[in-house]
């Protein structure tokens, strides 16, 4: 019984030096997953803080764009007035330049009257000299007259 005395003897310390073992193992094991864990937590921090800054660029230039969207539309308005006045001031030149020309035509029309009128004129004051009715003083009164003169 010895040898079986001296065998379990033998066991027990074995099998303390595996559950010792065993339990070394774990607890490594548990560092390293406790290790790993601190790890992934560093880097979903990290992720978490580069999302919140990617979310706030996003957000400054959400508002960036708006900005330029709203200067967009008042460039756009200011230019169809712009056009508008544009188009306003060539109706008014077209009108302006309309007067000119009819204002033109009236001033031929009453340059062609007058200078017929001065033909008339000229040649009635010929046939009177010619005639020898008047004396030239007389002849300038006359033509004085003709011409609104006192």
Not at 74 to 82: E, G
């Amino acid at each position: 019984m010895r040898n079986s005395q001296l065998s379990t003897k033998k066991l027990k310390p074995s099998r303390r030096n595996l559950l010792k073992k065993l339990q070394n193992e774990k607890r490594e094991a548990a560092e390293k997953a406790l290790s790993e864990m601190k790890i992934k937590k560093v880097d979903l921090e990290t992720l978490n803080k580069d999302i919140e800054d990617k979310e706030g660029e996003i957000s400054d230039l959400k508002k960036k764009l708006e900005a330029e969207e709203d200067n967009q539309r008042i460039s756009r308005h200011n230019c169809t007035k712009k056009e508008d006045d544009i188009a306003d001031l060539e109706k008014q030149v077209k009108k302006l330049q309309n007067t000119i020309s009819d204002v033109n035509a009236q001033n031929e029309d009453t340059g062609a009257v007058l200078n017929d009128t001065k033909d008339d004129t000229e040649k009635k004051l010929d046939q009177q000299v010619c005639l020898g009715e008047m004396s030239s003083v007389d002849s300038f009164k006359k033509v004085v007259k003709q011409f609104g003169g006192n």
